[in-house]
Nanobody
Framework: VQLQASGGGLVQAGGSLRLSCAASERTRSTYFMGWFRQASGKEREFVAAITWSVGNTYYADSVKGRFTISRDNAKNTVYLQMNSLRPEDTAVYYC???????????????????WGQGTQVTVSS
């Protein structure tokens, strides 16, 4: 499974960005698609996740109401629309895929089987 993340960049506080994650396949191996982020010197943390099938969504409390995860099944692509960005959202954002049968939850890094390369998001104050 290959995951290709894109869309990061530099934006002012209050601005918006949309990240994309293209998956090489949409199967049981990629049942859940998630976004995580890792700020400099910090651990990687959960941001949002979605299922390909019915589009169930999951969000970290810190991004609820500001970020929206969505998917385009025809393009095997998951999006993360980020609005009202804050300097504390600055991080490298990673997309990841979790199979239906893997252990762990959608909220933890250990639950995911495949990772993309990451894309930098920088929010200036």
């Amino acid at each position: 499974v290959q995951l290709q993340a894109s869309g990061g960049g530099l934006v002012q506080a209050g601005g918006s960005l949309r990240l994309s994650c293209a998956a090489s396949e949409r199967t049981r191996s990629t049942y859940f698609m998630g976004w995580f982020r890792q700020a400099s010197g910090k651990e990687r943390e959960f941001v949002a996740a979605i299922t390909w099938s019915v589009g169930n969504t999951y969000y970290a409390d810190s991004v609820k109401g500001r970020f929206t995860i969505s998917r385009d099944n025809a393009k095997n692509t998951v999006y993360l629309q980020m609005n009202s960005l804050r300097p504390e959202d600055t991080a490298v954002y990673y997309c990841a895929a979790k199979s239906l049968s893997s252990s762990g939850t959608v909220y933890t890094t250990t639950g995911y089987d495949y990772w993309g390369q990451g894309t930098q998001v920088t929010v200036s104050s």
